[in-house]
């Protein structure tokens, strides 16, 4: 049989289509391993972020290996596994700049990339004191600040190397604001496919198959996930 899965296409490292034209990231990599688990072919189907749950509810994917942030809203239009993995969202500055909370922020000027987790984390945190600037994507976010048209970028754990590699040593990350975490999405009421994900992600956990990819694309050791989050199941009842 063949397993369709619903992955980002352009979001790296988490899902992409490399120099190969082969689907890549973290998500592919742990998509691959859950095909292999139940024994049978992997076909990717790259979706746009809007796209995602459409795709699944209605049958065009079988599952959603596609960086799915785990929100009360989307809980009520699928089935999320147990986290798998985690994004924070910081606030990243020059390292000459003294920020150590929120307050220090009031006036400056932050870059984020429009409609995303940053931007509602950040304009969340200090919306009301500092001016916020809306940027296309990551990368437009991450030049408005080397360019200096921002003093600072709310951004995800990768800021600091992408940063680093367009200045090296002179930004760091100053205070964090908020973690998510993503799940694999199913169909609501499909319990197999839940209880399969799940008994999963529990071995790759715990046999180091999921600390390997986690620093294999993110540079970072697994996090530590929380056993339940309000208001969001991990399983059908």
């Keep these: 049989g063949t397993l369709v899965v619903g992955i980002q296409g352009d979001n790296a490292p988490w899902g992409f289509v490399n120099t ?6 973290f998500d592919a990599d742990v998509a691959n391993l859950f095909a292999k688990e139940l024994g049978v072919k992997v076909q990717f189907q790259p979706l746009a972020v809007a796209n995602r749950i459409p ?34 969202i910081s606030l990243y500055a020059a390292k000459s700049d003294t920020v150590t909370k929120p307050d220090d922020l009031a006036g400056w000027e932050i870059g984020v990339p429009k409609s995303s987790s940053q931007d509602k984390a950040v304009t969340n945190a200090v919306g ?19 360019s200096g048209q921002v003093k600072a970028v709310g951004g995800n754990q990768f800021y600091g190397q992408r940063l680093d590699a367009a200045s090296a040593g002179t930004y ?27 008994a999963f992600i529990d071995k790759i956990k715990a046999n180091g198959e999921l600390a390997a990819i986690t620093k294999k694309w993110m540079a970072i050791d697994l996090p530590q996930f929380p056993e ?5 199941p991990f399983a059908v009842k």
Excluded: C, H
Excluded at 20 to 25: E, L, M, T, Y
Excluded at 172 to 198: C, P, S
Excluded at 228 to 232: L, V
């Design 20 to 25: 190969s034209g082969v689907q890549d990231g």
């Design 55 to 88: 795709a699944l509810t209605t049958g065009k994917v079988d599952i959603l290996f596609a960086t799915m942030a785990m929100t009360e809203e989307r809980a009520k239009a699928i089935q999320y596994s147990k986290p798998y993995a985690a994004n924070t």
């Design 128 to 146: 009301s004191t500092a001016t916020i600037r809306r940027f296309d994507d990551d990368a437009a976010t991450i030049q408005a600040l080397v």
């Design 172 to 198: 760091e990350r100053k205070i964090d604001f908020l973690t998510t975490y993503n799940g694999v999405g199913t169909r609501l009421g499909e319990k197999d496919w839940n209880e399969a994900v799940n």
């Design 228 to 232: 339940s989050i309000p208001n969001i």
